[in-house]
């Protein structure tokens, strides 16, 4: 069967001395493993465009007695240089990507995970922001639609005086803590998650956070992803991020 799809390429690892081997995210087709014979090659009418992050159109053959898959042909969907020139921009992409890997699975719509990270990596591409306080609001979208969004109490305001929890077993941002694990949030941490959760997506670049208090809303996050969703792990892109932390 011949598949004409776009796709976004989560990872690749060189395979032989001159082919890849390649994760690729699919709107209607899940994740799929898919090889690129060749690609290494410097005159290869691949070359280059299987790195994580790259947004295509390819045409896959498949059989459904392979777990990997070959490419014939593929082209830039998106042409998004800017990514690869910003180590801040690059590090959200590799965390992301490396998110998505584990959270898509194979033979399944994904519509909406596509949809997202195809949006979200243009946006990345094209912004001036300083984009270095983004990622609790990409695990929150990816918590969304993965089933599992984060709520919080809508009668607190976002100048709340007083403490606010993230309570991790009901998945929800309140005053009170809850019955099982709960983290305490900072004014800062709060602040950012009651922009993200009312839609103020915009703000959250435009209100600082201090560096370690970012860090700990990531850990917080990813907490909260593990306790829902079972067989994550950690992510090896964050030798990476935390540079940027």
């Known amino acids: 069967m011949i598949v004409s799809t776009a796709a976004i390429v989560l990872k690749s690892i060189d395979y032989q001395e001159s082919s890849k081997i390649a994760t690729i995210l699919t709107p ?5 493993g898919v090889m690129i014979r060749g690609c290494r090659k410097p005159k290869s009418k691949f070359s280059g465009l299987f ?10 053959y498949v059989k ?6 070959n490419v014939s042909e593929a082209s830039y969907r998106q042409k998004n240089w800017n990514l690869r020139q910003d180590f801040t921009k690059l590090g959200m992409v590799m965390a992301t990507m490396e998110m998505l890997d ?3 699975h194979g033979n ?12 979200l990596l243009d946006w990345l591409n094209q912004s001036q922001d300083d984009v270095s306080a983004l990622f609790p609001y990409i695990q929150l979208r990816l918590a969304d639609l993965s089933g599992i969004g984060v709520n919080y109490d809508t009668s607190l305001s976002i100048d709340h005086i007083g403490d606010v929890y ?7 941002v309140s005053a009170q803590a809850g019955f099982g694990l709960s983290f305490k949030l900072t004014t800062d941490q709060y602040k950012y998650l009651s922009l993200a959760l009312s839609g103020k997506n915009s703000s959250i670049l435009r209100n600082p956070i201090v560096k370690s208090e970012l860090k700990l809303l990531i850990h917080h996050l990813d907490v909260y ?5 079972d067989g994550l792990y950690e992510r090896r892109s964050d030798a990476i991020f935390d540079q940027l932390l």
């Open 102 to 104: 584990q959270l898509v």
């Open 28 to 32: 209607d087709h899940g994740k799929m």
């Open 108 to 119: 399944e719509s994904s519509s909406d995970f596509f949809i997202f990270s195809e949006r």
């Open 166 to 172: 993230f309570n991790i077993e009901e998945g929800l």
């Open 64 to 69: 459904q007695s392979r777990t990997v898959q």
């Open 51 to 60: 790195e994580a992050g790259t947004v295509l159109d390819i045409v896959v």
């Open 225 to 229: 992803f593990k306790h829902h969703i």
